[in-house]
C-alpha cells in the first residue's frame, strides 16, 4: 500500500512539474500552434532506460507525449518549436489568430485529460512497455526534426 501512495504523490510531482505554467519570456514574439518548448533535448539508450526507476520513467512519458502533441498536428507546414503562423506561411489574419488560440487551449485540455488519466493508470503498466514507448516516441521526434 506504501509503495502506491508514494507512486501516487510521485506522479502527482510529475504532473505539477510537466504542466507548470510558463514564465514570460517562455514564448517567441509571433504567433506560433507549436511552443518553443516543444523539443526533446537528451534521448536515452534502452539501458539508460532499464537503469531508471519507474516515475522517473513516467515523466519521461509523458514529457514526450506533450512534445508529440504539440509537433504532430503541423508536420505538413514547419516542425520548428516556436515557429511563428507567418514562418509556417500562414497569414495572421484575426480569423487564423482566433482558430490558433481555440487550439491552444484544446491542447491543454486534452493534455490535461491525458496527464490525469495516465496519473491513474501508468503506475499498472509494465516497465518494459513504458521503456518501449519512450524509445518509440524519441524516434518519431527524431524521424519529424532530422539533424541539419
Known sequence: MNTIACSVVALLLVHTDIFAQKKKGDEPTGSTYVSATALITKFHTE?????????????????????????IPYVALK????????????????????????????KESYLAAVQNTLDDIVP??????????ILYFEQ?????????
Open 79 to 106: 516542425t520548428k518549436p516556436g515557429a511563428t503562423l507567418t514562418e509556417m506561411g500562414i497569414p495572421e489574419t484575426p480569423l487564423n489568430l482566433e482558430h490558433m488560440q481555440k487550439e491552444i487551449k484544446n
Open 47 to 71: 539501458d539508460e532506460l532499464k537503469a531508471m526507476g519507474k516515475i522517473e520513467l513516467t515523466k519521461l512519458y509523458m514529457e514526450r507525449i506533450v512534445v508529440l502533441t504539440e509537433i
Open 124 to 133: 499498472y503498466a509494465d516497465k518494459g512497455n513504458i521503456i518501449w514507448a
Open 140 to 148: 518519431m521526434y527524431k524521424n519529424i526534426n532530422p539533424p541539419h
